[in-house]
């Protein structure tokens, strides 16, 4: 099993930046990737950005290219996801996942976390 907690969002106003942290521990020597996905009230849950295992694999939700930024420490197992440029349709709960798959489907990833919520006003 693997556990992931996530910290680090919070209320920021529109053009703001904020960088979430996702701590994996348990048996991550199988997990070869990792991914944030975000989903807000009455919606599915979207993905926002995924990452290979050595971080040489990156791939992005077109509504946050070039404004999010996913990296991965794997001496610390930790996964981050720095925000600028915050709007409020960015306003949602947000999900680290792992699994074996590196992939932008949901349904590859077999490990979640808690969540944490991001609110960005106008």
């Known amino acids: 099993q693997v556990q992931l907690v996530e910290s680090g969002g919070g209320l920021v106003q529109a053009g703001d930046s904020l960088r979430l942290s996702c701590v994996a521990s348990g048996r991550t020597n199988n997990v070869l990737a990792m991914g944030w996905f975000r989903q807000a009230p009455g919606k599915e849950r979207d993905f926002v950005a995924a990452i290979s295992r050595l971080g040489r694999g990156t791939n992005y939700a077109d509504s946050v290219k070039g404004r999010f930024t996913i990296s991965r420490d794997n001496t610390k197992n930790t996964l981050y996801l720095q925000m600028n440029s915050l709007k409020p349709e960015d306003t949602a709960a947000y999900y680290c996942?792992?699994?074996?798959?590196?992939?932008?489907?949901?349904?590859?990833?077999?490990?979640w976390g808690q969540g944490t919520q991001v609110t960005v006003s106008s």
């Open positions: 996942a792992a699994g074996t798959v590196y992939s932008t489907q949901t349904m590859r990833y077999e490990y």
